[in-house]
């Protein structure tokens, strides 16, 4: 019978794999460059908003996977726990991409989630302090691995792919090396962070048990 730790880490780990290159990987370049094709540093409002919609569409259910993956463990969060995805990561992304440029809008973005889920999950870990330079870490870690896997096959492969398919190949070789890192080191990390008390565990394996007998 699987644990209620084990069941979160598992869902944990596949809700990474899947929204990341999912939404980030694939729908990001179909809505940001499919509708209004590509662009220089400097961005048409039209290109501007598509690009805006997309990172709100990635983020809203980035904190949604979280939420509901937290909810396995007794931690409910709501909906409201979302806005400051949707508040500052956008803002940050266009931070880093209108001061540095790319790939500082990435890195800036994956902060971003570093810094909220340091913040709001740290209730519910064992070692709140040690919680937030992990989760940051965690985060820069992934930023950096999608940049450097992503963006050095820009340069040696997509560069002279055309039309979306270049921005399809270059956002799914960011995404799936984010997703990796993020899937797995925090799987590591909340295997020790997570808090779970006797009574979930019971109310957890007692649920498991009627429900085969049901």
């Not at 780990?13 to 899947?18: A, E, N």
């Not at 956008?90 to 991409?97: A, C, V």
């Not at 001061?99 to 709001?120: E, H, K, R, Y």
Request: glycine share 6%; aromatic share 20%; net charge positive.
């Amino acid at each position: 019978m699987k644990s209620i730790k084990t069941k979160f880490l598992r869902k944990w780990v596949i809700g990474s794999l899947i929204v990341y290159p999912g939404l980030l990987g694939l729908l990001h370049p179909l809505i940001a460059h499919g509708f209004t094709g590509d662009h220089d540093k400097l961005l048409t409002t039209s290109q501007f908003i598509m690009h805006t919609i997309s990172i709100f569409i990635f983020v809203f259910f980035l904190g949604r996977m979280r939420n509901k993956a937290f909810e396995i463990v007794g931690k409910r969060k709501t909906m409201s726990d979302i806005w400051p995805f949707l508040f500052f990561s956008p803002w940050l992304f266009w931070f880093g991409y209108y001061t540095l440029f790319v790939p500082f809008d990435i890195l800036f973005m994956f902060l971003s989630f570093g810094m909220i889920n340091a913040v709001q999950l740290k209730p519910f870990v064992k070692a709140p302090i040690k919680w937030i330079w992990q989760c940051i870490l965690g985060y820069l870690l992934a930023a950096v691995a999608g940049i450097l896997i992503g963006l050095g096959a820009y340069l040696k492969y997509y560069k002279n792919f055309h039309g979306i398919s270049r921005d399809l190949a270059t956002w799914m070789s960011i995404s799936i090396p984010a997703a990796v890192v993020v899937a797995f080191y925090f799987r590591y990390v909340l295997s020790r962070q997570i808090v779970i008390s006797d009574e979930q565990e019971f109310i957890f394996e007692n649920k498991q048990h009627f429900s085969k007998v049901a």
